[in-house]
């Protein structure tokens, strides 16, 4: 049975890093596309990174040259470093697995998974 088990959500002064793992457990096979989405009280999910299983990343605008995507195959662990965190990052982060990337000539990007994990609160503290 396909897992996905996310940790490392908690709370972190503005400017500070928090680095989220996900555990990507019971795949017959590795998945080609990973990301991490995001969720504030209010809004609409928002994908903020994908990544290949051999490591070719895409960045929401938003969060581009701040966070780092990365799958670690060795141990089945999907990393979503976040460093200079601002209080508009707050957000339920949640990882995903497989399913489909569609990319735009304008680099836009629009990832639909197949698998969801429960998701992990991340706050931001101004």
């Known amino acids: 049975k396909v897992r996905l088990v996310e940790s490392g959500g908690g709370s972190v002064e503005s400017g500070g890093s928090l680095n989220l793992t996900c555990g990507v457990f019971?795949?017959?096979?590795?998945?080609?596309?990973m990301g991490w989405f995001r969720q504030a009280p209010g809004q609409e999910r928002e994908g903020v990174a994908v990544?290949?299983?051999?490591?070719?990343?895409r960045y929401s605008d938003s969060v581009q040259g701040r966070f780092t995507i990365s799958y670690d195959s060795s141990v089945k662990m999907l990393h979503l470093q976040m460093n200079n965190l601002k209080p508009e990052d707050t957000a339920i982060y949640s990882c995903?697995?497989?399913?489909?990337?569609?990319?735009?000539?304008?680099?836009?990007?629009?990832?639909?998974?197949?698998?969801w994990g429960q998701g992990v609160q991340v706050t931001v503290l101004s």
């Open positions: 990544t290949t299983r051999h490591g070719v990343a």
């Open positions: 995903a697995a497989d399913g489909r990337l569609s990319t735009e000539s304008s680099g836009a990007w629009s990832y639909a998974p197949s698998y």
């Open positions: 019971g795949f017959a096979y590795e998945p080609y596309y």
